[in-house]
């Protein structure tokens, strides 16, 4: 008898895989495999603006190196998008004025 597999995954998003590993792989080397938040080395991950827009998704200026506990759980709360645009605008401004541009087009 064959098994089925759990989860199968669909022709686009094995598409997006690559390009999501690539994202990710050049986020934490821009961050250096430290929290771009607050600069620690514990567990770290990649964290990335939500957006319907395909092509932005996978924009630089969209992804950020966060420590899992207390920074990612902190912009992965309810409002915790607004704080991140906050810190964008302060510590990554040229990030924050094609986040923002993308902001208002979607508003």
């Known amino acids: 008898m064959k098994r089925t597999p759990l989860a199968k995954v669909g022709k686009r998003a094995k598409s997006y895989r690559s390009r999501d590993d690539k994202a ?3 986020c934490k ?3 250096g495999g430290r929290c771009e938040y607050c600069g620690g ?3 770290t991950l990649h964290h990335m ?5 395909l092509e932005f998704r ?3 200026a969209n ?4 420590c899992w506990e207390p920074c990612h759980a902190m912009f992965d709360r309810p409002g915790g998008r607004f704080l991140l645009w906050a810190w964008f605008r302060r510590h990554r401004p040229e990030d ?3 986040i923002g541009h993308r902001s208002r087009e979607e508003a």
């Open 24 to 26: 990710r792989r050049d």
């Open 29 to 31: 080397a821009r961050a």
């Open 41 to 43: 080395a514990g567990g």
């Open 49 to 53: 603006i939500p957006c319907d827009d």
């Open 58 to 60: 996978w924009h630089p």
């Open 63 to 66: 992804h950020v190196h966060l």
């Open 96 to 98: 924050f004025k094609v």
